[in-house]
């Protein structure tokens, strides 16, 4: 099993940016595919983004492509979320997910891991 903490939320206004980070223990966390999901009142969990053990390979949401990056530093057992161009409807509370095994999932089912997650406020 991973333990997952993430940090880093808070309230931004509207076109600003935030970092998010996600501190790994436990199980070799640099072995699995990392992710980022969001989840808004009354909303159902949604994928954001996700990064496999290297680094090297990347999926993202349509919804942030383009304004979010996902990275990781290994040595760290970190996995950041870097998100720009905020808007109102990025307003949720994000949740970092570790997978055991490689791949890129955007199903919260393909996930085991989850940390308790950071609330992120975005106002107009």
């Known amino acids: 099993q991973v333990q997952l903490v993430e940090f880093g939320g808070g309230l931004v206004q509207a076109g600003g940016s935030l970092r998010l980070s996600c501190a790994a223990s436990?199980?070799?966390?640099?072995?699995?595919?990392m992710a980022w999901f969001r989840q808004a009142p009354g909303k159902e969990r949604e994928f954001v983004g996700a990064?496999?053990?290297?680094?090297?390979?990347?999926g993202y949401a349509d919804s942030v492509k383009g304004r979010f990056t996902i990275s990781r530093d290994n040595s760290k057992n970190t996995v950041y979320l870097q998100m720009n161009s905020l808007k109102p409807e990025d307003t949720a509370v994000y949740y970092c997910?570790?997978?055991?095994?490689?791949?890129?999932?955007?199903?919260?089912?393909?996930?085991?891991?989850w940390g308790q997650g950071t609330q992120v406020t975005v106002s107009s």
């Open positions: 997910a570790a997978r055991r095994y490689g791949g890129i999932y955007s199903s919260v089912t393909e996930y085991e891991d």
């Open positions: 436990g199980r070799t966390a640099s072995s699995s595919t």
């Open positions: 990064v496999s053990w290297s680094g090297g390979n990347t």
